[in-house]
């Protein structure tokens, strides 16, 4: 009877030994360093196939990064995806020191008018089909 608890005993601790080795395997990755630009293009590709956030973040260099959420209605086409990141763009980054435009009618033009380059990045989404593709210039 007194083997029982034993058993038991020895499982917990046992696993509780294992999850320090559990915990280094599954520790994310470094982020990887960031690209600079004084002008991108973000190319929107396919439309929107349910609505949902698209989470952008410009960081200056050497600056406090700029959170962009751009939200989006199911059944929007790309251009239409793209005019809504360029009006959300405008809306958030100082005009002053920043210029968004849209390029042959899918792409998203982020120039540096004024101070340092910038990195633009998609951080996360849960819009279904449209994907952005971002090139320095």
Same mark, same amino acid.
């Given at each position: ?12 601790? $046992? +696993?509780?030994?294992?999850? #320090? ?10 982020? #990887? ?25 410009? $960081?200056?260099?050497?600056? $406090? ?9 199911? +059944? ?15 809306? $958030? ?11 042959? +009618? ?8 004024? +101070? ?22």
């Amino acid at each position: 009877m007194n083997i029982v608890p034993r058993l038991l005993v020895s499982a917990v601790v $046992t +696993g509780l030994l294992a999850l #320090p080795a559990l915990a280094q395997e599954t520790a994310p990755a470094a982020a #990887p360093p960031l690209s600079y630009s004084n002008k991108w293009r973000l190319e929107v590709s396919e439309g929107a196939n349910n609505a949902g956030v698209m989470h952008f973040r410009v $960081t200056p260099e050497g600056g $406090t990064a700029i959170d962009i959420p751009v939200s989006l209605k199911k +059944g929007r086409g790309e251009d239409g995806c793209a005019r809504d990141i360029r009006d959300t763009f405008k809306k $958030t980054l100082d005009q002053k020191a920043y210029h968004v435009e849209v390029d042959d +009618g899918e792409d998203v033009l982020v120039k540096v008018r004024k +101070g340092p380059d910038i990195a633009i990045e998609l951080v996360s989404s849960d819009v279904k089909g449209t994907r952005v593709n971002f090139d320095r210039e």
